[in-house]
Nanobody
Framework: QVELVESGGGLVQAGGSLRLSCAAS????????MGWFRQAPGMEREFVTA????????HYADSVKGRFTISRDISKDTVYLQMNSLKPEDTAVYYC?????????????????WGQGTQVTVSS
């Protein structure tokens, strides 16, 4: 059974940093695309970033480009989200997601597996 477990969320002041982790288990994730989405209160879940497997191609939402960095350690089946220069508008529940294949997608409907989410709160 595939399981994604996020960690690293918390409360941080504006301008601060956090690093989220997503540990995957139950499958060989070397050929999976891994992504991060977020959902703010009263808002739709939105794409943040994703990374492919073998080529490690990445894509970022415009709102986080230059501030967030996604990476993965295939040997540990773990994906990371380094978030710098955080803003109050980054406050949301952050979800890790995985889809089998090599094509990077930004639509949540394209992802097969989801974590439970981790809360990130940025105070002004």
């Amino acid at each position: 059974q595939v399981e994604l477990v996020e960690s690293g969320g918390g409360l941080v002041q504006a301008g601060g940093s956090l690093r989220l982790s997503c540990a995957a288990s139950g499958h060989t994730f070397s050929n999976f695309v891994m992504g991060w989405f977020r959902q703010a209160p009263g808002m739709e879940r939105e794409f943040v970033t994703a990374i492919t497997s073998s080529l490690s191609s990445t894509h970022y939402a415009d709102s986080v480009k230059g501030r967030f960095t996604i990476s993965r350690d295939i040997s540990k089946d773990t994906v990371y989200l380094q978030m710098n220069s955080l803003k109050p508008e980054d406050t949301a529940v952050y979800y890790c997601a995985a889809r089998q294949g090599i094509v990077l997608h930004t639509m949540q409907s394209q992802y097969d597996y989801w974590g439970q989410g981790t809360q990130v709160t940025v105070s002004s």
